[in-house]
C-alpha cells in the first residue's frame, strides 16, 4: 500500500517526533539517541525498507555530533533523513547492524572518520587509514594543513 | 644530491647498449589520480607513441619505466615502493602532474603525500594539471635523450641513498605517535577503544 | 665441427628472421589500427635491450626451463627442411617434429611453474588446453596429407608439389589449408587465441615473472616458434622453395594471414577457444580427411 508524504508525516506526528517537510520526496526527522532504534524500526515496518547511507557531522561549536540516517522506501519514493545529535565528549550511540547489514561499512568508516562508537558493532576495524593515531580526520579540530606541513612537508607559499 | 653526470668517456658498447635502451622503454603506468587517462589516447592511434617503441608492459618485472600518475595517497605509496622494488635495473620513474611534485590541489590532504621525490627517485616530472599527451611524449622523449647522454640514473641514488628514502617511508607508512599530538577527544576515542591501534 | 657450425648458423638464421617478422607484424598492426607504428628492426632494439638489464630468477628452474624450451625450437628447426637444406642430414619426419614442438611449451611451462606466480601458473594452464585444442585438426590434417603422398617426411611432402602453383597442396586441398590455418593461430597463440597471454587478465601469462635476460629468451623463443611453425606450412601446403629467399618469402605469407587475422580481432575465453578449435577447424579437417581418403 502505497502512503503519500502527508500520511506518513501525519503517522509520524502521532508518535511525537518532530518532522520537517523539504522537498517533494524528502522530509527531515530530529530524534533524541534513546528513541533512535525504536523509530528506525517503526519506519521499517511501514515500508521503508532500504537504508541508503548513514553520515556524521561535526558541529564543533556546539559541541556535538550529528548522525543522520538516510532511509528510502521503494514503495511511498519518500527519503526520510533521520537526524540524531550526541555529545562530543561522549560519542557512543547503539548500532543499527541488526536492523540492516550494510550499515556494518558505514559505522565502521564512521567510527575510523569521526571516532564515534557505535556500541554492539562487534567489528569496527579501520577500512582506509592505516596506521593511523591521530584524531580522526574528518573531525574538525582536525587540522589536515597542520598535519599535511608536519608529516607531508607541504610548503606554504604566498 | 650528487651530480649525476656521467663520467666523460663511455666505452662503444655503453653507447650501444644506451641506444637499446633509448629505442626500446617498456612502461608501466601505476594508474593512481586523474593522469590514467591521458594514457590511452598517447598510445593510440592519435598520438602513437609506439612509434618511439614505447609499450605498455603488465608487470613489473618487465617494465623500464614507472608512470606515477597523479595524486598517491598512502595506502597507493605502499604499492609504488613495492612496485619499484621489483623492477630490476636499469629503471626510470616519471611522475605526472603536480600532485606529485608539490601535493597539487590536494596539498593539505591529511592522506596525500605531496613530494614523490622523497619517497622514490623520480627522473623526471611532468608539469600540468593533467598533463596533455603532447607533455607526456615531450617527457618520454627527454628520457630517451637522458639515457643516451647516460644521465637517466636516478634508480643509482636509490641504492646510495637508502636510508634517507628508507626513512622517508617509514615516516609516513609507519607512524607510531600522533602527529599533532593527542587532544581530550582523543584519550577518551583510545580509551573506549583499546584495540584501535592492532 | 661442420655440423656444429651449420646448426649454429641456421639458429642465428631462424632467429633473425622470427624477430625480423616480429618487427613487420608490429608495423603491419599498427598500420592497420591507423598508427605509424615501431621501425621494423624494433624487435632486434627489444631483445637488445632486454639482454642488457639485469635480471631477476627464483630459482635454477626457472633458468633450465627457460632454457629448455629455446633448445626445444631450435631442435625443431633442425628438422625442418629451408628450401630443401637442412642443417643436419636427417629425415624430416612430421610425427617427430610435432613431438619436439611440445618440449617448448613444456620448458615454458616449467619456467612459469617454478617462478611460482599464480598468474604464470593460469597463463601456462591455458596455454597447455590450448595445446590440447589445436593438435587434433592440425595432426587430422597432417594425417590426410601424409595418407596421400604415402610418407611422413616433410621434405617428400615439399617435393611431391613441385612444378608449379596448381600442385601446391594449398591449391589441391583447399579445406585442409583453410582447418591447418585456423590450427596455425592457435599455435603462434596470436588473436584470437591470445588467452594464454592475456597481459589485461593475468598480466602476460607465463612470462608474468619474465624480466631482463630471461623475457629476452622468451622472445628467442618466439622468434624461432615463428620460423619454424611457418616454415612447416610452406613446406606442407606452399610446396617448399627451391631457394632461400622463396622460402623466406612464402612464409612471410604465411605471417601476414596470421597478422592480419591479429590485428583485427579480440579474444576467445579458453573454453570457447578449445571449443572453437574442436568444432569448426576439426570439421572441416575431416571433411578433407574423408575426401582424400575417398
Ligand atoms: S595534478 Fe591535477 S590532474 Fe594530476 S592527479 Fe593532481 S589533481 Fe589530478
Known sequence: ?158 | MEDLKANDKRSYIDNLIDFFRKRSIWMLHYCTGCGAVELPPSMTSRWDIERFGIVPMATPRQADVLLVTGYVSLKTLKRIIKIYEQMPEPKWVLAFGSCTVNGGIYWDSYNTITNLAEYIPVDITVSGCMPRPEAVIDALQTLMEMIQSGEGGAYKKYKENYEYYKKNQDRVLRKTAPILGSSETESIYQEKEGNYET | MIAAIRVFGYSLFAIFIGLLFMGIGRKIIARIQLRLGPPFYQAFLDVGKLFARKSITHNFVMDLGMIMSLAGLLSTMLFVPVAGHMAIKTSSNLILIIYLMAIGHLGMAMAAAASGNPNATIGVSRALTMMLGYEIPFFTVMLGLIIFNGTSSLELIAQSQAGGILNWNMVKFPLGFLAAEIALQAIMGEKPFDAMVAPAEIASGPMVELGGKYLGLAFLTHAVSIFVETGIMVNLFMGGASNVFTFVLKQFEIYLITILIEAVFPRFRIEQAVKFLWTVPMSIAVVQLAIILL
Open chain 1, 1 to 158: 500500500m502505497k502512503l503519500d508524504k502527508e500520511s506518513i508525516i501525519e503517522l509520524l506526528n502521532q508518535k511525537g517526533v518532530e518532522v520537517l517537510d523539504l522537498y517533494p520526496n524528502q522530509i527531515s526527522v530530529n530524534i533524541k539517541k534513546d528513541n533512535l532504534l525504536n523509530h528506525l524500526v517503526f519506519l521499517r515496518s511501514i515500508g521503508f525498507d532500504h537504508l541508503s547511507f548513514i553520515n556524521a557531522v561535526d558541529f564543533i561549536d556546539e559541541g556535538e555530533f550529528e548522525l543522520v540516517y538516510h532511509v528510502w522506501s521503494y514503495t511511498h519514493k519518500i527519503h526520510v533523513l533521520n537526524k540524531v545529535r550526541i555529545s562530543r565528549n561522549n560519542p557512543v550511540i547503539p548500532t543499527i547492524v541488526n536492523l540492516w547489514e550494510q550499515a556494518q561499512f558505514y559505522e565502521q568508516e564512521i567510527h575510523e572518520f569521526f571516532g564515534i562508537i557505535f556500541e554492539g558493532n562487534k567489528d569496527l576495524s579501520p577500512l582506509f587509514l592505516e596506521n593511523w593515531v591521530d584524531i580522526p580526520p574528518l573531525r574538525k579540530d582536525f587540522d589536515t594543513k597542520e598535519f599535511s606541513v608536519r608529516l607531508f612537508g607541504a610548503e606554504i607559499r604566498r
